[in-house]
């Protein structure tokens, strides 16, 4: 019947993370059961992102947790550059089994987000909608307004796992493409990509 609460700070997550920087602070309880420990735990970190956990953590390994809160998609921008992408991303999710992605199940939103992509003549805002997470697999409903002109959409399923077999569609509605000194145009039309995006996708 082990019970315990715990407080831990972390004065940079870049000790951990080198692209990351700033402060997190996760704070909560653990409670022995029959089956492992149930946990309730809160977690603040760098650029205003939360997380609120509670659930199960199994002696078998097994998780039976539902996760909720936000981060800010800037977080990814390290990762990312030279793109850059601004805004916020929320999410509920639940993790059933093992750890591991096919045991993730949810969803995770934006709305209002922007990205600029230097290496292309396009940039993009109010970029909204959602990945639906289950089974291993990202279902993506994304649309996003082109900030030189009309607005794209992004949807269908991603495995997460192996060579990343895709179904995405990409639509284009009234898109502006434009050099100042060449030329202006407007592209309608649709884009697929079916295949492993690792290499032998169409």
């Known amino acids: 019947g082990a019970s315990a609460r715990y407080a831990v700070q972390i004065p940079n997550?870049?000790?951990?993370?080198?692209?990351?920087s700033g402060a997190a602070e996760l704070t909560g309880t653990a409670q022995q059961v029959a089956r492992g420990y149930d946990i309730?735990?809160?977690?603040?970190?760098?650029?205003?992102?939360?997380?609120?956990?509670?659930?199960?953590?199994?002696?078998?390994?097994?998780l039976a947790l539902d996760a909720t809160g936000q981060a800010q998609l800037g977080l990814a921008?390290?990762?990312?550059?030279?793109?850059?992408?601004a805004g916020i991303a929320n999410f509920?999710?639940?993790?059933?089994?093992?750890?591991?992605?096919?045991?993730?199940?949810?969803?995770?939103?934006?709305?209002?987000?922007?990205?600029?992509?230097?290496?292309l003549p396009l940039s993009f805002d109010d970029i909204s909608g959602a990945v639906r997470l289950s089974g291993g697999q990202a279902t993506l409903e994304l649309n996003a307004g082109v900030t030189e002109g009309?607005?794209?959409?992004?949807?269908?399923?991603l495995t997460l796992s192996g060579r990343y077999?895709?179904?995405?569609d990409v639509a284009?509605?009234?898109?502006?493409?434009?050099?100042?000194?060449?030329?202006?145009?407007?592209i309608n039309g649709g884009i697929s990509v079916n295949g492993a995006l690792l290499g032998g996708a169409r």
């Not at 997550?13 to 990351?20: D, H, K, R, T």
């Not at 735990?41 to 760098?46: E, I």
Request: net charge negative; aromatic share 2%; glycine share 12%.
């Open 40 to 62: 309730d735990a809160s977690l603040h970190g760098p650029a205003g992102t939360t997380v609120s956990a509670q659930g199960l953590i199994g002696s078998d390994g097994q």
């Open 13 to 20: 997550v870049g000790a951990l993370v080198p692209q990351l």
């Open 165 to 168: 077999p895709a179904q995405i």
């Open 150 to 157: 009309g607005a794209i959409s992004i949807t269908g399923p």
């Open 172 to 186: 284009l509605n009234n898109v502006v493409v434009s050099d100042p000194a060449l030329y202006t145009s407007l």
């Open 77 to 85: 921008n390290p990762f990312l550059e030279p793109r850059n992408i």
């Open 92 to 119: 509920d999710l639940t993790i059933d089994g093992p750890a591991a992605l096919s045991s993730v199940s949810g969803q995770i939103t934006t709305q209002g987000a922007r990205l600029a992509a230097p290496t």
